[in-house]
């Protein structure tokens, strides 16, 4: 295996790095993993404020519960659509550019939201939405596999995944509240704002390992022998890029023939199909269906979100754990998203109580579970064939997300046409059970694809 490449000037990061005479790892690809975690968490922030805006926003602008299903759907039509070229993207120009480049024009969109004053506008900032996002998460697959050694992926899949719902959960009722006193719109300025911040700060701090000034020779070298891709880009990371992938676009069919990659694609549609119904429709349960004020809508979005990201920390941490004491993949892998896509079955149970109290609790536990089951880029980084982890990652994405177009279309028909939630969330409990029996005779061994002419 090729050692990392090194610039023989002076004062490079890795000499001094490996000048100062000490064993101990630096820790750099904490603070990237750290990146990683607050973008992903603005990512869903942006992507999921249309659903707390949703209840007001309807009102305003005469929208109908089969409508507002359209709208929430529109935006997974787009990403879904995006996700192999924002792959194929991510191979050719690297992380650094097509992050900075994703944040920043999606953020413009959702701040865009908020100008709307009609469905037309709405649907096409919705739709540029998608697109910007459709590369985010191939991304951030990537930046783990280049980062991390295999032993600690699932921890930092884990890790920038409870951004998801960290900032969910914590912000909420900050965001109920801001609604409350100024309005749906205000939402769509605040957190698109923030977004065009941080595109900036990626921008500047963001680099590949052999280039980060924190970065020493011991880190990479652990790296390295984890099975990290430091060795995989040179310097000029464009250029390199291009050269690694080899991409024909018969490669999509021959990746797809691999139950490892159909499996976990069906798998993880399964699992996005709970946290659809979280991201989009679950205020607007809360409100119609159990009839609680502002305040305390606010006050219980945050339990399931708090459950959720306890849930995705467990399930790495769990996989990690079983991994280094010998388990295999197969099993430290897979045993933590089928457990969760069983557990997430049982939202089916909230149509059958009456307490609000006891309905959170038990959405809080499926979305604990769903958690858990958010391991599914972990796998990915494990099976892609080498040089094309972004064209793979695009295509897992693509199967996952199309639960972001058909699951709020579904729930959005059966509401309308039923007045009640009670067939969405057996909707939603009977795919997540599908999900789990995908893992369980479909996936097989978890091993690196090797595609062979």
Not at 52 to 80: C, D, H, R
Not at 181 to 200: D, H, N
Not at 218 to 241: C, F, M, N, P, Q
Not at 364 to 388: H, R
Request: some cysteine; charged content about 10%.
């Amino acid at each position: 295996m090729s050692q990392p490449i090194q610039s023989t000037s002076s004062g490079t990061p890795h000499q001094k790095g490996a000048t100062v005479g000490t064993a101990r790892r630096s820790k750099a690809r904490y603070q990237i993993l750290g990146l990683l975690a607050v973008g992903t968490m603005i990512n869903y922030l942006d992507r999921t404020v249309l659903g707390i805006a949703a209840p007001q926003l309807t009102k305003e602008l005469g929208i109908n519960a089969a409508m507002m299903g359209l709208l929430f759907s529109v935006f997974s039509w787009s990403y879904v659509a995006a996700q192999i070229p924002g792959g194929l993207f991510l191979d050719r120009f690297g992380s650094k550019v097509t992050y900075f480049l994703s944040m920043t024009f999606w953020s413009l969109c959702t701040l865009a939201q908020g100008l709307v004053h009609g469905i037309g506008a709405l649907f096409a900032f919705r739709l540029g939405l998608g697109v910007s996002e459709a590369p985010c998460f191939p991304t951030n697959s990537r930046v783990v596999a280049t980062w991390f050694p295999q032993s600690e992926r699932a921890m930092a899949t884990g890790t920038y995944t409870v951004g998801e719902y960290i900032g969910l959960a914590f912000f909420s009722p900050f965001l109920f509240m801001l609604m409350g006193a100024f309005g749906w719109r205000s939402l769509f300025y605040v957190v698109g704002g923030v977004g065009i911040v941080f595109g900036l700060i990626w921008w500047m701090f963001y680099r590949e390992p052999h280039e980060h000034p924190s970065a020493n020779q011991e880190e990479l070298d652990y790296i390295e022998a984890g099975g990290g891709l430091t060795h995989s880009r040179k310097r000029d990371d464009v250029a390199a890029a291009p050269a690694k992938s080899g991409f024909e676009w018969r490669t999509i069919g021959r990746l797809l023939k691999h139950r490892q990659l159909t499996g976990i694609c069906l798998g993880q549609f399964a699992g996005n199909s709970t946290l659809v119904f979280f991201l989009t429709w679950f205020p607007t349960y809360l409100a119609t269906e159990r009839h609680m004020a502002w305040l305390k809508i606010g006050f219980f979005a945050i339990m399931p979100f708090i459950a959720a990201s306890i849930g995705v920390m467990f399930g790495g941490v769990f996989s990690d754990w079983l991994l280094r004491r010998g388990i295999s993949p197969n099993v430290a892998r897979k045993l933590p998203i089928i457990a969760g896509l069983l557990l997430a079955s049982t939202i089916i149970l909230a149509n059958y109580v009456e307490s609000n109290v006891v309905v959170i609790a038990i959405l809080s536990v499926a979305f604990f579970a769903q958690g858990m089951a958010a391991l599914g880029w972990t796998l990915v980084s494990d099976i892609a064939p080498e040089g094309l982890l972004g064209v793979t990652g695009g295509i897992f994405n693509f199967a996952a997300n199309l639960a972001g177009i058909i699951t709020p279309l579904v729930v959005g028909f059966i509401v309308a046409a039923t007045g009640s939630f009670v067939g969405a969330l057996v909707f939603i409990g009977v795919v997540a059970l599908i999900g789990a029996l995908s893992y369980i005779f479909i996936v097989g061994d978890i091993k690196r694809i090797v595609l062979v002419d």
